[in-house]
């Protein structure tokens, strides 16, 4: 009797990654930790991406805001901006392509959320190591 070809499909996904759902580099993000590797920044790190994906500071009404406030704990799942109630598409590149793909927008959202969640412009180092755990999503 054959095997179902989906337990062939499984195996070689088994065999090619250790989940098949793992997003990887893009063309936008390798160009971007190029430029801030130009700018100082170096040896970009997924651990350091979490930390400040997940880190807290006090927004102006005195509440503990960070990027997880508006993008979810789940990656995989929508968030909502708590301002404004917009639905946000799944940050994670393996539920969203589209993510992480364009120069130009990866920039802009960290001009802009950074800001918002921080109060302040991100480092260089800072968004390499965020690109470093989004693409891991």
């Not at 109630?85 to 927008?105: G, Q």
């Amino acid at each position: 009797m054959k095997k179902p070809i989906y337990k062939n499909i499984i195996l070689a996904c088994l065999l090619v990654s250790s989940y098949c759902g793992t997003a990887s580099a893009t063309t936008a993000t390798e160009e971007l930790w190029k430029q801030y590797e130009s700018e100082g920044a170096k040896n970009f790190d997924t651990k350091r991406g979490e930390e400040n994906w997940k880190k807290q500071v006090k927004n102006e009404e005195g509440k503990d805001f960070g990027c997880e406030s508006c993008h979810s704990k789940d990656l995989k799942n929508k968030g909502q901006h708590v301002k404004t109630n917009k639905v946000i598409e799944p940050m994670a590149p393996s539920i969203n392509p589209e993510r992480l793909t364009d120069v130009k927008k990866i920039e802009k959202w960290f001009k802009r959320n950074c800001n918002d969640a921080w109060g302040r412009a991100c480092t260089a180092q800072e968004k390499g190591d965020i690109l470093k755990y989004l693409i891991k999503q």
